[in-house]
T-cell receptor
Framework: AQSVTQLGSHVSVSEGALVLLRCNYSSSVPPYLFWYVQYPNQGLQLLLKYTSAATLVKGINGFEAEFKKSETSFHLTKPSAHMSDAAEYFCAVSEGNTPLVFGKGTRLSVIA | DAGVIQSPRHEVTEMGQEVTLRCKPISGHNSLFWYRQTMMRGLELLIYFNNNVPIDDSGMPEDRFSAKMPNASFSTLKIQPSEPRDSAVYFC??????????FGSGTRLTVV
């Protein structure tokens, strides 16, 4: 069965610094991978998705993620953090016809 | 497109009472998912439907939980009787693996 591990339940960065949120997955078949963001008291919003096309995926709000099969990773990055990026971020995996399985989430704090 | 609509946004009920959560998925989305979010367990898939048919309800915690999808535009999640440990945020989502899920804003359930 597929699974996701997000390293670091809480990441803190300074405004303008690089954001790196780590995600490693386990899947028995080529996976579909997703990043979602959740702001307080809101639902999850899709940031970006990998569905076996280009390995570098660009999403909304300046975020991108790179699929690395050899490392079973799908880390999320943003060159320059903004205060509005403070939120909870979830990585998710699917094996195609199976529902998304989510990681535990990483809370991103941005320090002025 | 109004997105996935959930009601109510907040529900406070007494232990032993019946609770019904409602969801209207996005028109044209063939799959609907019910997730539960808690601090301890993160996002858990409770049940999902394809074309209004329940496919997997193995995530439903107990027989006290039931879900229905009588038509393509409406689903309910019912808890009877409710218990304090059912307190959580319940999300409905619709969509598919190829394009990701769209989540509703959630129902925050508090059972006292």
């Amino acid at each position: 069965a597929q699974s996701v591990t997000q390293l670091g339940s809480h990441v803190s960065v300074s405004e303008g610094a690089l954001v790196l949120l780590r995600c490693n997955y386990s899947s028995s078949v080529p996976p579909y991978l997703f990043w979602y963001v959740q702001y307080p008291n809101q639902g999850l919003q899709l940031l970006l998705k990998y569905t076996s096309a280009a390995t570098l995926v660009k999403g909304i709000n300046g975020f991108e993620a790179e699929f690395k099969k050899s490392e079973t990773s799908f880390h999320l990055t943003k060159p320059s953090a903004h205060m509005s990026d403070a939120a909870e971020y979830f990585c998710a995996v699917s094996e195609g016809n199976t529902p998304l399985v989510f990681g535990k989430g990483t809370r991103l704090s941005v320090i002025a | 497109d109004a997105g996935v609509i959930q009601s109510p946004r907040h529900e406070v009920t007494e232990m032993g009472q019946e609770v019904t959560l409602r969801c209207k998925p996005i028109s044209g989305h063939n799959s609907l998912f019910w997730y539960r979010q808690t601090m301890m367990r993160g996002l858990e898939l409770l049940i999902y439907f394809n074309n209004n048919v329940p496919i997997d309800d193995s995530g439903m915690p107990e027989d006290r939980f039931s879900a229905k999808m009588p038509n393509a535009s409406f689903s309910t999640l019912k808890i009877q009787p409710s218990e304090p440990r059912d307190s959580a945020v319940y999300f409905c989502a619709s969509g598919g693996t190829n394009y990701g899920y769209t989540f509703g804003s959630g129902t925050r359930l508090t059972v006292v």
